[in-house]
């Protein structure tokens, strides 16, 4: 059934098929084996993961029987229930912070003569780049109680009892994520904002209407739909977060669904089946947002787009320019500068007390967690450096080879199967890492594959690889039909074809997903953490492996190394992709 | 007709300076109420430039604008409205057509902002759609229209709140060619319905000839002429206008002599031919020896196979046939007249052949002598 | 004369059918080229032209008929035979120009030259000659998109001949152009074509393009065609109500044909109000006396006089006159009906004036309705 469906996507006219046997069969034989192994890739890992849900343990964890338990015990079990409120509250107030900042730094980048706006762009989209999981570290250090920096400071200079800030809340923890997925809003608002085509907005201004009704009516409403494409996908991400909750929520009685996710897969008490369930009850929401932004939501954005290369309308701010600068400043402070600043201090010190002490600086902790050729560095940190680039160069060059095939036949075949491969893409996007994790884990951990670098490397390009063939697909889209058939004409066949004109000309586009996948690999955390066994650590997983059995100024080191190699790929990045690649 | 009538709009002395480029130079003009006058030239030209100074749209360097006696822009003395203070509509080339509203709502959205009462909204509106006819659409969102609807929207949009000025910024140029001539007529005999005045700005030359009361020709930023269509088309007043609207032949030469209205001019016609004399029109005011620019339009050449005799071989020319361009109405032909390439059109079937000899001449009124 | 009859065209395009789900995009169309000619398929969007030469490209099956180029079968519905585009040896030149931008020009023209294993020496000789022929010969170096419009066509037309293919394939290849360049570069084509000398075939939308550039053009319609013929053929001899309104304007007017008078030569008759009018015109095929038939008038051939010319009297009142510069555009209004009249500046003829058309029974044509 399956390879018939496959069969009719190449060709254009499904009636030929039967008769033109000796029509393009090397893009038949390709469409068909990249089509299978796609829905193989996507689709078992589900189904598994729903098959499961359904059996449930006995008392001494070794045989299962059908049933509706798992489901049951959602609601009847004394942490779940307030794990699900706790992801709903911390997705609803990231999202509502990560919108209110995403969508004013993008107007004042976008459409007002704040001073600077183009140097400190760059800046705004560096936390998109880092990891949540490590900005939680840092801002734990900032902020707990007792041994946050800035408490310190507080209690030392200006005599404050106690404590001035607490991040280990719930507080903490939106405000973490929310900061870290405001280059998310920001992505989505400010192309918009930026190609508006200006007539629309001076021909509301000639027909009598004063600035700020233009900006209400016609400036906003434009954007709307980018507005709540960006917020609902900072919900989705928000409610797929692991690190953030696992550092300042959990520890502090914070639980979320994917922290207790976390607790079904590893340790003492795992027990697959009622992981499943709430996998499944985490995916039926995000899966829920993300068909409602597909399907309504993306479709909206007006395209207002011009041929002419028009520079949007500028608004003058004048004296308040200085306010929209003060606040661009305050975030780049609080999403970049601090964090990173303060995991440096504590990566710095043996021991991690609140306070900066000159004389006890050292690098002790960076040659414990990097120096792998000395027999007392920490194997977790050091097999976790070797193995994240293994998996991430990898994994970035499969997935784009997939991605290649995927998005060629998306566009430049029509009809059913190609239909169903661009549903295909879109799947895994709708389930966060840690879902998807589950469905991996609960599908292989029989096979020979599992407890290797291959577990992870499937879930990370089963996850991950769609933001590479959008990176592909908006390149493709540009690139006419023509290109290819001129040379098809020229006497070239699909292959030859595909080497010389479709690749080179998609070369960009490639680059650039490479890259962005290569940086989300590196700082992946939620699949890993799933995944992972001892030998198979991964860069975060070693940061949580310190952060959990080690102390904070090991914790640091780690984590500045990691952040290093992050910037280092954005500076790359940029040059090579320029900013429009980025929203994925 | 009053003083206010005759410069209902008027531009005085603008000057717009973008980096170190002078946009506009010191252009002065005066529209009368309810004429429809049509800004003509090449791109870079300083017309949608000048349009934009008088909707408030960009700021002007030097200068001045008033619109029916009021003063909106004058940077000397610091004046500037904003384009909702100077009640004007203007239609722009991408439509700008709000794809987030109704046809209704982006039509009564000047009423709306104006506080006209809701009946009155209403019934106003809907007169402006069926104008355009469009009534039947007005619950449609913009975005299912197409391109010609869409610029009905627009002027509709311009044109309900009744205002005192309609600026268009190329208006159909994004529309194709069948679409365009439709759509042109049909603006000008909405203008003439309405009596709204009208400034429109385009580099489509047929555009400005069909359209227009008055043209105003313009480039690098400076009036090259005003007039009305049949005056900038018949007698241009300079190569470049000749040349701009329409097809012309420029041939340089020197003034022999003039009499009556008839100039006789000397054409040299290269390397071993002997130069052309000739009679024209035109060349007021030159003196004798002075260099002209003889410019002939394609149709109004006469092509004859055999020497012409007698009373029509009025400024004869001996010519080669170059090739010809078939295009059912019309023959177009060039050839060489001397060392001159002269492009000629005739209006029946004719099978030329590359290299046949062939005669031209033209009447002397036809012909048009610059001065430069 | 009978040898010349057994040649056949030397492309053949025998009972063409193509489906697109329920419609016949081509319904049973047939054709000839001859060697070294230029046909234009001509029609609106959705008559099947592009359809037709992308059948014969081979960018996608057919359902019905087969097509022929020299002795080799392109596709055969019958013996289910189809040769892949790239086997087919033809030179294509696109509506968006197709010029690969990762390359530079003698880069893009070089290419098929490389496919075909060329040696190195040969393809630069062979670059260079075809560049120069396109007026490109100093552009070689540089990349596709440092090109204008214009030029990137001039490098898809030398891509698409430098292998000297057996056809050269056109799609509607100027319809991106501003108009200006768009009259420059189809007699630049036309003259680029005549003198490499290969068969090509031009899909076009444009009448005026058509009559331009063709040895011989075909009106299409719905999937089939119209008419076929010379330029001037096609325009002065249209065969049907269709094909005289498709190519350039022309007043239609529906009525009789109540006399032949010699052979070719008739009159018609139309009503107007209560009266009828007779007038004399030519006959186009297949009309015999008592035929229903319109009579078609090119605007250039109704001339509009302010003296009374007696019989046949066509009295009427300008409604429009807009001025284009070298002529009139004028629309009279004679009961019904609106003339459509091109006349002289100088005529100077103004809205609201009675005027007397005058028609020139040579160029007035009677057809099929």
């Not at chain 1, 306070?355 to 560095?377: G, H, M």
Request: glycine residues 8%; contains cysteine; aromatic residues 8%.
């Amino acid at each position: 059934m399956r390879t018939e469906a496959a069969a009719v996507t190449l060709a254009g006219a499904p009636r030929s098929i039967g008769r033109w046997r000796s029509l393009f069969t090397q893009e038949s034989i390709a469409t068909i084996a990249v089509s299978l192994i796609v829905a193989a890739a996507v689709l078992l890992p589900l189904a598994t993961l729903v098959v499961s849900s359904f059996r449930v343990l006995d008392d001494l964890g070794f045989s299962t029987t059908w049933g509706l338990d798992n489901y049951r015990l959602l609601f009847t079990d004394h942490v779940i229930p307030g794990a699900f409120v706790n992801t709903l509250l911390i997705s609803t107030g990231s999202m509502v912070l990560a919108t209110v900042l995403g969508v004013s730094l993008a107007w004042i980048n976008a459409r007002t003569n704040c001073p600077w706006r183009e140097k400190l762009e760059p800046f705004n989209l560096i936390p998109f780049f880092l990891s949540p999981f490590v900005g939680a570290i840092a801002w734990h250090n900032l902020a707990a109680p007792k041994t946050g920096l800035i408490n310190a400071l507080a209690r030392n200079t200006l005599g404050i009892e106690g404590h001035l800030l607490n991040v280990d809340n719930i507080y903490g923890v939106i405000w973490v994520t929310g900061i870290f997925f405001t280059p998310l809003v920001y992505l989505f608002v400010v192309g918009s904002l930026r190609r508006m085509d200006p007539s629309l907005e001076d021909s509301a201004r000639t027909t009598g209407a004063g600035l700020l009704r233009t900006t209400l009516t016609v400036t906003l409403p434009l954007v709307a739909p980018g507005i709540l494409s960006g917020a609902i996908i900072v919900f989705v991400t928000s409610a797929g977060e692991f690190g953030v909750p696992f550092k300042l929520g959990a520890p502090y009685g914070v639980e979320t669904l994917t922290t207790q996710i976390f607790t079904k897969a590893v340790g003492d008490d795992a027990n697959y089946y009622l992981g499943a369930s709430m996998s499944m009850a985490l995916g039926a929401i995000t899966a829920f947002f993300i068909f409602v932004q597909q399907r309504y939501i993306a479709p909206r954005s007006f395209t207002t787009v011009t041929g002419k290369g028009f520079r949007p309308n500028v608004v003058d701010l004048g004296r308040w320019k200085w306010l929209a600068l003060g606040l661009n400043l305050a975030f780049i402070l609080v999403a970049v500068v601090l964090p990173i600043f303060c995991l440096v201090v504590v990566s710095l010190h043996p021991v991690w007390e609140g306070e900066i002490i000159l004389s006890d600086i050292t690098f002790r902790n960076y040659v414990k967690t990097l120096a792998f050729w000395r027999t007392d560095s920490i194997s977790a940190a050091t097999n976790g450096i070797f193995n994240s680039f293994i998996l991430s160069f990898a994994g970035a060059s499969i997935a784009m080879v997939l991605s290649l095939v995927v998005s060629y036949m998306i566009h430049r075949t029509k009809g059913f199967g190609s239909r169903m491969l661009d549903l295909l893409c879109v799947i895994p996007i709708g389930f966060p890492g840690i879902v998807l994790a589950m469905g991996v884990l609960v599908t292989y951990i029989k096979t020979p594959i599992y407890a290797t670098l291959w577990i992870l490397l499937l879930g990370y390009i089963t996850r991950f690889f769609p933001y590479g063939q959008r990176n592909i697909s908006s390149v493709m889209l540009a690139i006419s039909e023509e290109l290819d058939q001129s040379s098809r004409m020229a006497g070239a066949s699909w292959i030859t074809t595909l080497r010389r004109i479709t690749i080179p000309l998609l070369k960009p586009g490639i680059f650039a997903g490479w890259l962005l996948l290569f940086i989300i690999f590196l700082r992946e955390l939620s699949i890993s953490i799933i995944l992972y066994t001892s030998g198979t650590e991964t860069l975060s997983v070693g940061v949580y492996y310190l952060a959990n059995f080690e102390n904070e100024s090991l914790t640091s080191a780690l984590s500045v190394a990691q952040t290093v190699v992050l910037l280092a790929c954005i500076v790359i990045f940029r040059r090579m992709a320029g900013r429009e690649a980025l929203t994925a | 007709m009053s003083a206010q009538d005759s410069s209902f709009v008027e531009v005085v002395q603008l000057s717009k300076r973008f980096g170190a480029e002078l946009a506009v130079r010191e252009v002065n003009l005066a529209v009368a109420r309810g004429e429809f006058v049509t800004l003509l030239g090449p791109s870079g030209c300083g017309k949608t430039t000048t349009l934009r100074c008088i909707a408030g749209l960009e700021r002007p360097d030097a200068g001045e604008i008033r619109i029916d006696g009021q003063v909106v822009t004058a940077p000397e003395r610091e004046i500037h409205f904003n384009p909702e203070d100077r009640n004007i509509g203007m239609v722009f080339q991408s439509y700008a057509v709000w794809p987030h509203m109704t046809v209704f709502d982006n039509v009564a959205y000047g009423l709306r902002v104006r506080r006209v009462n809701d009946a009155e909204m209403k019934a106003r509106t809907n007169k402006a759609l069926e104008l355009v006819g469009l009534g039947h659409l007005a619950d449609r969102y913009a975005t299912k229209l197409s391109g010609g609807q869409r610029q009905r929207v627009a002027l509709a949009r311009a044109i309900a709140y009744e205002p005192k000025v309609i600026l268009f910024d190329e208006p159909l140029s994004n529309l194709d060619a069948k679409l365009r001539e439709q759509m042109r007529i049909e603006l000008v005999r909405l203008q003439h319905e309405v009596g709204i005045t009208s400034i429109y700005v385009t580099h489509d030359q047929s555009e400005a000839l069909v359209m227009s009361d008055r043209v105003v020709v313009m480039d690098k930023g400076v009036i090259q002429q005003v007039g009305d269509p049949e005056t900038i088309y018949a007698r241009p007043a300079n190569a470049f206008v000749a040349n701009f609207i329409g097809v012309a032949n420029l041939l340089e030469g020197r003034l022999l002599s003039r009499s009556g209205d008839v100039s006789e001019v000397e054409i040299p016609a290269g390397d071993g031919f002997a130069p052309l004399h000739l009679k024209a029109a035109g060349g007021e005011g030159a003196s004798r020896g002075q260099k002209i620019i003889l410019s002939l339009r394609p149709e109004d050449i006469s092509l004859h196979l055999q020497r012409p005799e007698g009373g029509s071989a009025v400024n004869l020319m001996d010519a080669e046939v170059i090739d010809t361009v078939y295009l059912g109405n019309f023959l177009d032909c060039r050839v060489k007249v001397g060392a001159h390439e002269v492009t000629l059109q005739i209006d029946h079937f004719e099978r030329l052949s590359p290299g046949q000899k062939v005669f031209l001449t033209f009447w002397p009124d036809h012909g048009l002598c610059l001065t430069e | 004369m009978e040898n010349e009859k057994a040649t056949p065209p030397y492309l053949e395009v025998n009972g063409l059918v193509k489906w697109f789900g329920a419609d016949r995009a081509v319904d049973n169309i047939s054709f000839g080229v001859e060697r070294g000619k230029f046909l234009t398929l001509l029609g609106p969007s959705g008559c099947g032209k592009t359809t037709t030469l992308m059948s014969i490209a081979g960018l996608h099956g057919i359902d019905g008929g087969d097509i022929r180029v020299g002795d080799v079968t392109y596709t055969s519905f019958s013996k289910k035979l189809f040769l892949p585009p790239e086997k087919r040896d033809i030179g294509m030149v696109f509506q968006s120009y197709a010029i690969w931008p990762h390359m530079t020009v003698a880069q893009n023209v070089a290419y098929p030259l490389e496919i075909r294993k060329i040696d190195r020496a040969e393809i630069d000789s062979r670059v260079a000659d075809v560049l120069r022929l396109v007026g490109l010969g100093d552009m070689a170096d540089k990349l596709a998109t440092q090109l204008s419009g214009g030029q990137q066509q001039r490098a898809a037309l030398a891509r698409a001949i430098v292998s000297r293919p057996r056809l050269l394939l056109f799609d509607e290849p100027l319809s991106n152009l501003d108009l200006k360049l768009r009259e420059q570069m189809r007699v630049e084509l036309k003259r680029i074509q005549n003198e490499v000398g290969i068969t090509s075939v031009y899909v076009t939308h444009d009448q005026s393009e058509a009559l331009v550039m063709s040895d011989e053009i075909i009106v299409m319609s719905k999937g089939r065609i119209e008419q076929k013929g010379g330029p001037h053929e096609i325009y002065a001899h249209p065969v049907n109500r269709y094909v005289s309104n498709f190519i350039g304007v022309a007043n239609l007017l529906e009525g009789h044909v109540i006399r032949v008078t010699s052979p070719g030569h008739g009159e018609f008759e139309v009503n107007h109000g209560n009266e009828r009018v007779i007038l004399p015109c030519c006959l186009g095929e297949g009309l015999k006396e008592g035929a229903a038939a319109v009579l078609s008038v090119r605007p250039e051939n109704v001339e509009a006089r302010r003296k009374d010319p007696g019989t046949p009297r066509l009295e009427g009142e300008v409604l429009e006159a807009i001025f284009l510069g070298n002529c009139v555009d004028c629309r009279v209004r004679w009961g019904a009906f609106e003339w459509k009249v091109l006349a002289h500046p100088r005529d100077r003829l103004r809205p609201g004036e009675r005027v007397f058309l005058h028609l020139d029974p040579d160029h007035s044509l009677a057809v099929q309705p």
